[in-house]
């Protein structure tokens, strides 16, 4: 499953001393992982956790005390100081989540799997074009060779690439036609990070 867009390229942000403030969603053994982590790095904290488990937040507000905990998936994407989302949830919830945020224009990461069904990743292609992404989405049965060799012939400048390698990392591959290699972007950031590379190539 293959589909390109137009794009220039991944953006290079500066280092910046503001920590980047994140939500976590869903807060089982991968979410707690997730708080942890995220609060022993310098460049991040956790600002908000939400879970529908009062036990759950419990935890949370005795290990990391002054982060902020609600039931509710809007109020921590709300909350003053979030940068970006982690979306730990159970896997069969994943996509409509990440959907809901990724068009509320939030950047996301996303614990595998992104979407369990092929029917939902059409449906991440459609809220491309929505967003007014230009996508050509190939899907045929044949090789990711033969696809990548029309890509070229009909002049696609760049690429996305969706395949059993890409999604074992959790991440797309974005791939320019004068590049010899790809750039893995983490799957719940690929919406946002195409509307900033869309508005580049326009500006």
Known sequence: MNSAILSLGVKQNPPSAKPLGIAVIG????????VRI?????????????????????????????VYLTMQVDDAASQRGVDAMVVCTEATTH????????????????????TTTTAEADKLVADLEAAGVEVLYDDRDDSAGVKFADADLIGIPFRLTVSART????????KGRTEEKGVMIPRGWIIAKVRDLIGDRRA
């Open 95 to 114: 996509f409509n989540v990440t959907r809901r945020l990724l068009l509320a224009g939030r950047h996301v990461l996303v614990e595998k799997p992104l």
């Open 27 to 34: 807060c089982g053994y991968w979410g707690m992982n997730y």
């Open 167 to 174: 999604l074992k990392e959790s991440s797309i591959e974005l």
């Open 38 to 66: 995220f609060n022993e790095l310098v460049e991040s904290r956790v600002v908000a956790v939400c879970d529908q488990s009062a036990e759950r937040l419990n935890e949370v507000s005795r290990r990391f005390p002054g």
